[in-house]
C-alpha cells in the first residue's frame, strides 16, 4: 500500500460494472480500471475512502489492496516470502481476528488452489505476527473483525482486506419475510439506469417488501442507509489506518446531505402480508415518511397515482411465490393490457425473468438490459407510454 494513494477494488455483478465506473469517476476516483466483477481504483484522500463506503450505491464490496506483485512462478514459497515482507504491525493489531480467502483466477488450470493459497498466507501472517509481538491473530471462519482477499491470477498476486465487512447491499432496512425481493444494489442501479432523481412521481405496484421505494427515497433525500450501521459493522475499523475522528466527520457531512424532499413515491401489493412488511421495513429505513405511500391493492384494478410518472416494477416470478396467480401467458397479456388503458404518459420499467413468456406483454420496449437477480437470468424492459410513440407489436421484444 503506498501511503498516498488509496488503491482499491470494487467489486460488483458484471452488468451493474458499467453503473459502478460511473459511481467512481462521479465521486473522484481515479486510475478507474474494470475488470471481470470488480473495477480498480485509487482515491486521493481518506476523506474519500469512507464516502464510498456511503455513497456507492452499485457495489457489494471494496477491497483495500494492500500488497500486489508479480512473482516468479507462483508457489506456496514464493507467497510465504512476500508476505513476510509485509509490515503486518502497522496494518492491524495481533488481538484481532480473521480470515484469507484464497482466490485463484484460473480455477480450472493447475496452479495453487484456493486453500493452498489462503493458508500460505494465513500461515505466513501468523508468523510474522509471533516475530513481531510474540503473539499472532487468530483465525476466526464465522465471524472475523478483517477478511483478507488474496487473488492470483497467473503470476499476478494481490493481496487485500475488505474495507465493508458485512456487504454493501445489506442497507439494515430489510425485515426479511419476503420470498424474492429485489437485492438492494440492484433496485439502485435500476433507478440509476432510469435516471430517477426524484423529481418524477414513481409507483411500484408489485413492491413486495419495497426496496424499489426505499432505494428511490434513499436518491430523492439523499439519505444514505449505511450511515445507521455501526462502526464496528465496517471492516476498515479493526484497521490501524482507521480514523474515528475522519469517519465521523464524514458521516455528519453526509447526514447534513439529507433533505426532506417532497418526491412522491408510490407501492402497493396484492399481498397484505408483504404491505405490512414494506412498511415496517420503510420505518426502519430513516426516510422521511410523508410523502411515501404504501397500500394494499391489485395492479389490475389500480389506479394510476398521478397523470405522469415513472413504474418500477420486479414482476412475480410465479415458482417463488406460492400465492401468485398463475404466472403465465395471460398474466403477460393482461400486464400489457393494463399498461395500455391506464398508464398512458408513464415510463414502464419492469424486472422480468428471462425464461418467461413476458413477450405477451405486447409492448415493444425502448430499451432493455440483462442482470441477474438471486439467481435467475432477467431482464429490464423500459416501455415510454407516450401518446403517438405507443407501439403495441406483440412479440418484438428479444
Ligand atoms: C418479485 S416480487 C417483488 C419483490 C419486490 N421488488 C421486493 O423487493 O420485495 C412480486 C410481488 O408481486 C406481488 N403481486 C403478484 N400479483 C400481484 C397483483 N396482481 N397485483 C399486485 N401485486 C401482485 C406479489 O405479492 C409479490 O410481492
Redesign the pocket.
Known sequence: MSSNRIEMIGICSEEEKPLLLDELLSIGATDVIPSYKAVYFSLPSYTLFYKIHFKIKTASKFLLILKRSRLQSPTESEITSLVSSIQWKNIFDPNRTFTVEGVPADRNQKGLSSNQISKAVRLAMQAKFLSSYGTAPKVDLKNPNLKFVAYLSSNNFILSVDTCGISLHKRGYRTGH?P???KETL?SSILKILGYDGSTVLF?????????LIEAGCIAQHHYPLLERKESEFGFSYLNLFNQELFKKVKKQLKEEAQNQPSLIYG????SR?VKEAKENLAKSHLYLKNIHVKT????STQKPAPTGLMV?????GE??S???SIDASFYKRVGDKLKKDFENWTIALLVAQDTPYKMIGLKPSSKYNFINGGIKVKLLIFEMYQGSKKTSKNKAS
Open positions: 419476503h424474492c425481493p429485489i433496485a411500484d405496484p408489485f413492491m413486495g417488501s419495497g426496496t424499489f402497493s401489493d396484492i399481498c408483504y391493492d391489485d395492479f389490475f416494477s420486479n414482476l412475480p416470478y417463488r411465490l400465492h401468485d396467480q
